[in-house]
Each structure stands twice: as C-alpha cells, then as structure tokens.
C-alpha cells in the first residue's frame, strides 16, 4: 500500500495550486481522507478531511480558500488551494485514518510530505 502526493511546488502569494494524493495497492475501503501540514519547528495541524460520505471539515484559517474532494473509484483526495498566503508555507502530508487491504485493516497511514512554498 502507498500514498503518493503530488501537485506542490512555488507558488506567488494571491495564487492557486492543486494537490492531489493516490492510494495504491489492494485496498477494500478507504475511510476518512485528508490533509495536515508541518512547519519546521511546530507540530503537524490538520488543514482539511473528507469523509467517505463526502462530509468536510477545515481548519479556520483556510476556510473560504481551500477545497478538499476525493474520487472514490480512483482512490484520490485533492486539495484545491486558492488564494496562498505565505503562511501557508508548509509540507503538507496526506492522511488516511483507516483503510481495509488484502492484509486487514491499516491505520493512521502517512503519505511522504509534499512542499508548498507561497512566496510575496
């Protein structure tokens, strides 16, 4: 099983990028989906999750600008983020709570980290 995320990179303050995040692998089910980002020096927060059922929760600060979706057949969760501020300069890693493979049940599963950089 793996989670590969893409889509980060350098981007201008007032623009927009999309990640996205794949699971492969012989997967079942999939739970909850989402995204957290890490600073150095601060502890990883969550920034977006996505139920199964499509229900969403953000975090305040980027409520308004970021949009998380997930397609379900292709095992994918995106992060639409619109209007970057360079506080939102961070590694942002891809997280599944909890997901049935042909080996039983994985939890809490961490994708590698992609980084945003939001310059002025």
């Known amino acids: 099983v793996q989670l590969v995320e893409s889509g980060g990179g350098l981007v201008q303050a007032g623009g927009s990028l999309r990640l996205s995040c794949a699971a492969s692998g012989r997967i079942y089910t999939i739970g909850t989906?989402?995204?957290?980002?890490?600073?150095p020096g601060k502890q990883r927060e969550l920034v977006a999750t996505i139920t199964g059922g499509g229900d969403t929760n953000y975090a305040d600060s980027?409520?308004?600008?970021?949009?998380?979706?997930?397609?379900?057949?292709?095992?994918?969760?995106?992060?639409?983020?619109n209007n970057l501020k360079r506080d939102d300069t961070a590694v942002y890693y891809c997280n599944i709570d909890r997901m049935e493979t042909h080996r039983g049940p994985i939890y809490d599963y961490w994708g590698q980290g992609t980084q945003v950089t939001v310059s002025s």
């Open 62 to 81: 980027v409520k308004g600008r970021f949009t998380i979706s997930r397609d379900n057949a292709k095992k994918t969760v995106y992060l639409q983020m």
């Open 33 to 39: 989906m989402g995204w957290y980002r890490q600073t």
